[in-house]
T-cell receptor
C-alpha cells in the first residue's frame, strides 16, 4: 500500500484566498483524522471521521475551516478565507478499528504558508 | 495547564549514549500511551505502544508508564545518528474511540 497520500505537499497562498487540502487514506481504514502542527501549539486534532461521517469537529478553529469525506477514499480540508495564522503543516492520518485505533498512520503533510 | 507536558528540548547526545525522554500528564483517565517518532519534514510514525502501567521493550527502545505518578518515559539505548528526530508522546482514555492527546515533542540530535 502507498500509505496515506496528501496533496499538495506545499501550498503558498495570499490572505483571503481559498485553500483546499486533499487526503487519500489507506484502503480499508475506517477512521480518518485531520491534524495541524505548529511550533507554538504542537500537533492538534482538527476533526475526525468514522466511516465517512464526521464524529468530532471540536478542534476546528473557526467557521473558516470545513472538512468533508464524500467517500471512503477521499477527504478534503478547506480554509476559506485563509489568514496568515493558518500557516502550519496539516497532516491527514488514518487507522483501522481492526488494527487498533491508536495505530494512526500519518501522511507526509501539506506545508501551508499564507502570506 | 496542558493535559500532556513534554520538554521540547532540543536534546543533544553523543552516539552510543542512553537517551531518556519523558512526558507528564494530568488526566487519570488516560490508559493507552504511545510514542511517535517524527523525522524532519515527515509525518509522525508509531514507535511504541503501551497499555496501562509497566514496561515494554522493543530492541533498543523501552517504554515505561508510571500511572501513580502520571509519568511516562522512553529510553533509547546505544543511540545512533539515525535516531535524530522529534519524539512525541501521545495518550488516550478508554471506552469507544477517544482522541489522542499529543505532547509538544522533544527534538533529539545524536551526533557521531
Amino acid at each position: 500500500d502507498a500509505g496515506v497520500i496528501q496533496s499538495p505537499r506545499h501550498e503558498v497562498t495570499e490572505m483571503g484566498q481559498e485553500v483546499t487540502l486533499r487526503c487519500k487514506p489507506i484502503s480499508g481504514h475506517d477512521y480518518l483524522f485531520w491534524y495541524r502542527q505548529t511550533m507554538m501549539r504542537g500537533l492538534e486534532l482538527l476533526i475526525y471521521f468514522n466511516n465517512n461521517v464526521p464524529i468530532d469537529d471540536s478542534g476546528m478553529p473557526e467557521d473558516r475551516f470545513s472538512a468533508k469525506m464524500p467517500n471512503a477514499s477521499f477527504s478534503t480540508l478547506k480554509i476559506q478565507p485563509s489568514e496568515p495564522r493558518d500557516s502550519a503543516v496539516y497532516f491527514c492520518a488514518s487507522s483501522s478499528l481492526a488494527g487498533g485505533q491508536e495505530t494512526q498512520y500519518f501522511g507526509p503533510g501539506t506545508r501551508l504558508l499564507v502570506l | 495547564q496542558k493535559e500532556v507536558e513534554q520538554d521540547p528540548g532540543p536534546l543533544s547526545v553523543p552516539e552510543g549514549a542512553i537517551v531518556s525522554l519523558n512526558c507528564t500528564y494530568s488526566n487519570s483517565a488516560f490508559q493507552y500511551f504511545m510514542w511517535y517518532r517524527q523525522y524532519s519534514r515527515k509525518g509522525p510514525e508509531l514507535l511504541m505502544y503501551t497499555y496501562s502501567s509497566g514496561n515494554k521493550e522493543d530492541g533498543r527502545f523501552t517504554a515505561q508508564v508510571d500511572k501513580s505518578s502520571k509519568y511516562i518515559s522512553l529510553f533509547i539505548r546505544d543511540s545512533q545518528p539515525s535516531d535524530s528526530a522529534t519524539y512525541l508522546c501521545a495518550m488516550r482514555g478508554t471506552g469507544g474511540y477517544n482522541k489522542l492527546i499529543f505532547g509538544a515533542g522533544t527534538r533529539l540530535a545524536v551526533h557521531p
